[in-house]
């Protein structure tokens, strides 16, 4: 087959493919608002949105996105109705893209997050749904392609009224608010003796450390472990007092202020909290 006639039928494939994405991207309804579904995203019921989401509210962005730390953005939102879980009159958000504009309006099925490295709490959103110059676009969740705003705000606060959510509102990866080290210590889920043997840098801000443990002043680690910690926190062949908590695999600072070197004033007071030499 020569090069023209090869050319030909792949242009003719890659054109009707694109149409036939962009046919399923739009599902309209005539009068009906539009509505799209993320290809990225696992497609779940707005029961599924509901139950997985326990901070769910009406979002107006009144700041533009800016720059954070290790990629991504911050923005702040006034919230117009609460619908579930948010407290506050105004949220921050942590986004990977610039995904929100600002005086736009959002329905956001969220997470609620501390960091103990970027010291302050915000919300990530795991799905959302508003109108654009298209239509409705809903982000993975299925079964809106026939309701209008009003319809999928009265649905969610029904889901929300049978749903049966856990007593405490929680908070993803939260950490000890204090810099006072006997309530770091008794308070932390694990507090150590290591040697530091390796580190290697995993952000801009924090490193992950390679530490074998000499002793274990609270539960019963043992062994070799990995810990993030901050940037310049510690020195390969050096000997910390770590106050972690566990984070899947890894371990991580328990408050900003986790590392402490193993002086007699630090030895003594975790003997005083644990009874320990």
């Known amino acids: 087959m020569s090069r023209k006639r090869f050319i030909l039928p792949l242009i003719c494939v890659l054109f009707l493919s694109a149409c036939s994405i962009s046919q399923n991207a739009v599902d309209s309804g005539g009068s009906e608002p539009a509505y799209h579904a993320h290809a990225l995203k696992t497609s779940v019921s707005l029961q599924e949105a509901v139950e997985t989401f ?77 109108q654009t110059e298209r239509g409705l676009f809903a982000d993975s969740i299925k079964g809106l392609d026939k309701m209008t705003e009003k319809d999928i705000l009265e649905a969610v606060k029904q889901q929300v009224r049978v749903t049966k959510y856990r007593t405490e509102a929680p908070i993803r990866d939260a950490y000890i608010h204090s810099d006072d080290k006997e309530l770091i210590f008794r308070e932390a889920a694990f507090v150590v003796k290591g040697l530091v043997k390796a580190v290697e ?77």
């Not at 290790?70 to 117009?80: E, L, M």
């Not at 770590?242 to 590392?259: M, R």
Request: aromatic residues 12%; contains cysteine.
């Open 54 to 130: 326990y901070y769910i509210a009406a979002v107006e962005m009144d700041s533009d996105p800016e720059p954070a730390v290790n990629q991504g953005y911050w923005q702040w939102g006034k919230v117009a109705e609460n619908i579930h879980g948010v407290s506050e009159d105004r949220i921050l958000l942590r986004t990977n893209e610039k995904e929100y504009l600002k005086g736009k309006q959002y329905l956001l099925f969220m997470s609620k997050n501390e960091s103990v490295f970027y010291e302050k709490q915000f919300y990530s959103c795991g799905r959302s749904v508003y």
């Open 201 to 277: 840098q995993t952000a801009d801000d924090r490193v992950m450390a390679t530490v074998k443990i000499e002793y274990a002043y609270k539960d019963s680690l043992s062994g070799t472990i990995r810990a993030i910690v901050p940037l310049g926190a510690v020195e390969i062949g050096q000997s910390y007092i770590l106050a972690l908590s566990a984070a899947d695999s890894l371990f991580v600072i328990a408050a900003p202020h986790s590392v402490y070197p193993p002086s007699e004033e630090n030895i003594d007071l975790l003997s005083r909290c644990y009874g320990t030499n």
